[in-house]
């Protein structure tokens, strides 16, 4: 996630959102501003837990009471959405038909990968 952060800097000069917002509306988007964008969402899905980065979190939560696991497991994540909801939809508007097809691809896998793989995993 740094590194796209330290990409996206160093392409754009911006390290406000609504700087790179704006930025990004008045000029070409670049292969490299495309490379940054896609580590920071490879960093955000590994801290939602979101397929090919889910197998970390039963780990992190062995061991936790339960109340902490619950918490731990929801209020960051829910956080999380939200920022990207915020960002994808208010900010980075130009963007967004580059990112989403990444969260649709993630996304379908996670459905499918949580609803089988315990039925493949058995075999």
């Known amino acids: 996630m740094l590194y796209g952060m330290s990409l ?12 790179l917002g704006s ?4 000029h070409q ?11 920071v969402l490879i960093g955000l899905c590994f801290k939602l837990a979101i397929v090919p980065f889910h197998m970390w979190a039963p780990d992190v939560y062995q061991g936790a009471p339960t109340i902490v ?7 960051p994540k829910a956080a999380l959405v939200t920022f990207l909801i915020r960002l994808m939809n208010e900010e980075l508007v130009n963007v967004k038909s580059y990112v989403q097809p990444i969260f649709l691809y ?7 990968i949580s609803a ?8």
Do not use: H, M
């Open 8 to 19: 996206l800097y160093g392409y754009t000069g911006q390290v406000n959102f609504s700087e």
């Open 23 to 26: 930025f990004l509306q008045n």
């Open 29 to 39: 988007i670049t292969y490299g501003i495309v490379f940054g964008l896609v580590f």
């Open 69 to 75: 696991t619950a918490f731990f497991s929801t209020a």
């Open 106 to 112: 993630v996304s379908a896998l996670s459905v499918l």
């Open 116 to 123: 089988f793989g315990p039925y493949v995993s058995k075999t």
